[in-house]
């Protein structure tokens, strides 16, 4: 469930069409999909875990919604307010994991930009006398994990270097002017070369159709194009020992993230796709939970099976 919910919900939010289409992360909507090769390793790699991954980190709100089951707002908290305050979770006797959960389903999440919240780059695990900028620290971890600069990965990705500090041919042609020189005196001094695949990445103008730009987009994708062909066990494949029968895949391909909040909070009606807001316009209309699918779970017994 989490395989399908992860590459056939929130991929196709993330990644443009052609991407996914290029690394085979979309599934057919019925039946198998025979795609592992014993010969590609799918452990994580460097640059996805230490710089591209943590593309996330721009979309982060500075404001979190807690919300009652009709939606209304009980409780606004400011992010920098809540790091490690795990005593609103227990006062609340839990409730407030379900508001929170029903908090991100309304709340727009930030722009894929260059941008961060300053509630975690100014004001990251907060005391009296200190706090931490997480936007610092995810360049200094790129160094300390020694990944590759934003122009080799570039030339990995296929794509054109940047050999000036400017936009359009022979420069950062993914980027905008504002963007560019922000980088140029941030490396003051330095070549293009030497710009890390962080700040150079989440700067980028999203691809149409993707949130990310395309250098972003090629190394999440190939991350995630590995872990789907090197897994012996991916839920789609037509292995009679290990694999799923077409009737538990059916069921597997009926799982959503909306389902799983509606059976494990106090939720009774929820847009069809939790990762995108609510819109009658866009067919993403508010629901009962009621009328989701959910998975069968009688199509895994012993009868079923030996039927």
Same mark, same amino acid.
């Given at each position: 469930?989490?395989?399908?919910?992860?590459?056939?919900?929130?991929?196709?939010?993330?990644?443009?069409?052609?991407?996914?289409?290029?690394?085979?992360?979309?599934?057919?909507? !019925?039946?198998?999909?025979?795609?592992?090769? @014993? #010969?590609?390793?799918? $452990?994580?790699?460097?640059?996805?875990?230490?710089?591209?991954?943590?593309?996330?980190?721009?979309?982060?709100?500075?404001?979190? $919604?807690?919300?009652? @089951?009709?939606?209304?707002?009980?409780?606004?908290?400011? =992010?920098?307010?809540?790091?490690?305050?795990?005593?609103?979770?227990?006062? #609340?006797?839990?409730?407030?994991?379900?508001?929170?959960?029903?908090?991100? =389903?309304?709340?727009?999440?930030?722009?894929?930009?260059?941008?961060?919240? @300053? $509630?975690?780059?100014?004001?990251?695990?907060?005391?009296?006398?200190?706090?931490?900028?997480?936007?610092?620290?995810n360049i200094q971890r790129g160094r300390d994990h020694g990944t590759q600069s934003y122009n080799a990965w570039r030339q990995f990705c296929g794509l054109p270097k940047a050999n000036f500090f400017r936009r359009g041919l022979g420069g950062f042609s993914d980027h905008d002017e504002d963007a560019v020189d922000q980088l140029t005196r941030a490396y003051a001094g330095l070549s293009p070369d030497d710009v890390e695949i962080f700040p150079a990445g989440i700067s980028e103008r999203p691809v149409p159709g993707g949130v990310?730009?395309?250098?972003? $987009?090629?190394?999440?994708?190939? !991350?995630?194009? =590995?872990?789907?062909?090197?897994?012996?066990?991916?839920?789609?494949?037509?292995?009679?020992?290990?694999?799923?029968?077409?009737? !538990?895949?059916?069921?597997?391909?009926?799982?959503?993230? &909306?389902?799983?909040?509606?059976?494990?909070?106090?939720?009774?009606?929820?847009? !069809?796709?939790?990762?995108?807001?609510? &819109?009658?316009?866009?067919?993403?209309?508010?629901?009962?939970?009621?009328?989701?699918?959910?998975?069968?779970? #009688?199509?895994?017994?012993?009868?079923?099976?030996?039927?």
């Amino acid at each position: 469930m989490a395989q399908k919910i992860t590459y056939s919900d929130w991929l196709k939010i993330v990644l443009d069409p052609g991407t996914r289409r290029t690394h085979g992360l979309d599934s057919p909507r !019925q039946g198998f999909d025979n795609v592992y090769n @014993p #010969s590609i390793d799918p $452990s994580i790699r460097n640059v996805f875990s230490a710089a591209a991954f943590r593309f996330g980190h721009t979309l982060v709100r500075t404001f979190f $919604s807690r919300r009652r @089951p009709n939606y209304s707002v009980n409780i606004i908290h400011r =992010l920098s307010d809540l790091f490690g305050k795990t005593k609103i979770i227990r006062d #609340s006797k839990g409730n407030a994991v379900h508001e929170f959960l029903r908090g991100q =389903l309304v709340d727009t999440a930030g722009r894929f930009d260059r941008f961060i919240s @300053p $509630s975690l780059t100014n004001e990251l695990f907060k005391s009296a006398t200190n706090s931490f900028d997480l936007a610092a620290f995810n360049i200094q971890r790129g160094r300390d994990h020694g990944t590759q600069s934003y122009n080799a990965w570039r030339q990995f990705c296929g794509l054109p270097k940047a050999n000036f500090f400017r936009r359009g041919l022979g420069g950062f042609s993914d980027h905008d002017e504002d963007a560019v020189d922000q980088l140029t005196r941030a490396y003051a001094g330095l070549s293009p070369d030497d710009v890390e695949i962080f700040p150079a990445g989440i700067s980028e103008r999203p691809v149409p159709g993707g949130v990310l730009g395309p250098t972003l $987009s090629c190394i999440i994708a190939k !991350q995630f194009e =590995l872990i789907k062909k090197g897994d012996r066990f991916w839920h789609e494949l037509g292995n009679p020992v290990t694999g799923f029968t077409p009737a !538990q895949l059916a069921e597997i391909r009926k799982a959503s993230l &909306s389902r799983i909040i509606c059976d494990n909070t106090d939720t009774f009606f929820i847009q !069809q796709n939790a990762f995108k807001k609510a &819109s009658h316009y866009y067919g993403n209309s508010y629901q009962s939970c009621y009328n989701l699918p959910s998975v069968d779970l #009688s199509k895994w017994s012993v009868y079923y099976a030996a039927k």
